[in-house]
């Protein structure tokens, strides 16, 4: 479990085009600083990395977000609460009023490349007290901007993406296998709960308040389309990807 009382305490989350969710404000840095960061920046990392959607890809290099309210979407209420059941067996029941979920679909590294594309998901789910986050890796084909093709060579010299969770206070964080090296792409195939391309995490404490997630905005995003259903097909998509990995391992 990630407690972070920190994350509780705010009431606004940005969901930034750099393959984030930040609390307290937007961050503009493209380069990511290794964790922990000790200036007060609260972090959910699914890739940050430089991410360029400024190129036109066929159904791509587009990020989306969707908030979900008072099980507004039954699909997406379901596999949160299933995870949760899943993969905190210890927990009480889980009953999510808002769910968060921000997609990174088929997207470029700078500058406007798309020979290359990434596509991940960070997704937010809490019941007022007690909050979950789950990424997921559906296809990472790119480490960092200066990654020229599929094929897998170790460079030092290369800040690959970096995925996890920070607090700001230098002191709680957790930063995913492979994180800022030419390996990152191998997170489609690691996991922290034994499911290939999936992570999850508890990232609150018992004595989070209530107003936090009821206050809970979006802001600062780049190419952002409302499409509900879109997520939920990508969110299926995934967890098939999953299933199939796994069978194949």
């Not at 920070?166 to 995913?176: P, Q, V």
């Not at 999936?198 to 499409?227: G, K, N, W």
């Amino acid at each position: 479990m990630f407690e972070c009382d920190q994350f509780a305490s705010r009431f606004e989350i940005y969901l930034a085009n750099n393959g984030l969710f930040s609390f307290l404000g937007p961050i503009y840095q493209f380069v990511p600083t290794p964790f922990p960061l000790n200036d007060g920046r609260r972090v959910i990392a699914g890739f940050w990395s430089d991410i360029d959607t400024r190129s036109s890809i066929p159904s791509g290099n587009k990020v989306y977000y969707q908030i979900h309210v008072n099980q507004s979407n039954t699909i997406v209420f379901e596999k949160a609460v299933a995870y949760v059941q899943q993969y905190f067996p210890g927990e009480r029941s889980f009953n999510p009023s808002m769910i968060i979920t921000g997609t990174w679909y088929r997207v470029g590294a700078y500058s406007y490349q798309t020979n290359l594309v990434n596509t991940f998901q960070i997704i937010l789910a809490t019941d007022e007290i007690r909050s979950f986050a789950f990424l997921f890796y559906n296809d990472l084909q790119w480490a960092s901007p200066s990654t020229s093709s599929l094929i897998e060579v170790n460079s030092s010299s290369e800040i690959g993406g970096q995925a996890g969770f920070n607090a700001g206070d230098s002191i709680i964080y957790e930063m995913l296998p492979y994180s800022r090296t030419s390996y990152v792409r191998r997170l489609v195939n690691t996991s922290n709960v034994n499911v290939p391309s999936l992570f999850v995490f508890r990232i609150d404490s018992d004595t989070m308040l209530s107003v936090a997630v009821i206050m809970i905005q979006i802001r600062y995003f780049d190419h952002v389309v409302d499409l509900n259903l879109v997520l939920q097909q990508l969110l299926v998509k995934v967890h098939v990807s999953q299933i199939l990995r796994s069978v194949q391992k």
